[in-house]
């Protein structure tokens, strides 16, 4: 008798427990978990952000045709950005300064086809001096919102200086290459003042490999930019001119300046 009034007990008391204990455990089976919560608030803030986004100009370097950005613009694409491309006219060999002045037309044309008050530029070799001259001298300042320049000679080449020195006469008759040359009245005027106007976000990247930008130094600006060699962070990656392009290191630089977060190179990034 007393067993079979503990068995009843017991049953009793179990069968009270059991639906309270279901009832506790089913919101932690089938409700969001915390960090399923917060990861998908990630998710959404991520996608506004990029919804909110700038559009993304790439602007080429010197024989700069559009196959040869494709890799880029497609990560960016990819990455959720609105990416158009501007070549420079005559493959890059005309006057920089005009180049600059068909450029501001370009990025007039991007903000009223996108409704953008801003753009952000991704800029290769010689683009990054025609867009800084916009920047500077044709009213970009308060246009562009994030400035990236990849192997851009900044404050000039002695590859270009070369050309004159074996015998090719002043660059072969090419105007950007006499601008581009160390010492031009081109690049004095450029780099007169303040490098980086304006509230835009500078940011360079270089290569120790570069085969056209030498010295490297040459490829980063003053005060007011944040100036990434790949090497300092990645000694063992090996990236050269256009390669700057192509790579995945370089490439999540320009990714996280367009997401201003801090700069940390992705040294595995393929």
Not at 113 to 137: M, N, Q
């Amino acid at each position: 008798m007393l067993l079979r009034t503990i068995l009843a007990t017991t049953t009793t008391v179990t069968a009270l427990l059991v639906p309270a204990t279901a009832a506790q455990a089913s919101p932690h089976r089938f409700a969001p978990t915390t960090s399923a919560i917060t990861t998908a608030a990630r998710t959404a803030a991520s996608e506004a952000t990029v919804a909110r986004a700038n559009p993304v100009i790439v602007v080429g370097g010197l024989i700069g045709v559009s196959i040869a950005y494709e890799p880029i613009a497609a990560r960016l694409r990819a990455d959720g950005f609105r990416v158009s491309f501007f070549p420079l006219p005559g493959l890059g060999f005309d006057d920089i300064r005009e180049s600059a002045r068909a450029f501001a037309t370009y990025v007039d044309q991007v903000r009223a086809a996108t409704g953008a008050a801003k753009v952000d530029i991704v800029t290769h070799s010689e683009g990054g001096l025609v867009s800084r001259w916009y920047v500077k001298f044709l009213g970009g300042a308060n246009v562009i919102d994030h400035y990236i320049s990849l192997g851009s000679p900044q404050q000039g080449t002695y590859a270009a200086n070369i050309l004159k020195f074996i015998g090719l006469g002043s660059c072969a008759g090419i105007i950007a290459c006499q601008q581009m040359s160390i010492g031009s009245d081109f690049l004095a005027a450029l780099n007169g003042g303040e490098d980086t106007p304006g509230p835009a976000r500078w940011t360079t990247v270089r290569t120790w490999q570069d085969e056209l930008v030498w010295p490297i130094a040459n490829a980063s600006l003053g005060e007011g930019a944040t100036n990434v060699l790949i090497q300092a962070w990645c000694p063992l990656r090996v990236v050269g001119h256009l390669g700057l392009v192509l790579d995945g290191t370089a490439y999540s630089v320009v990714r996280q300046t367009l997401a201003d977060a801090p700069i940390r190179p992705n040294c595995f990034a393929i």
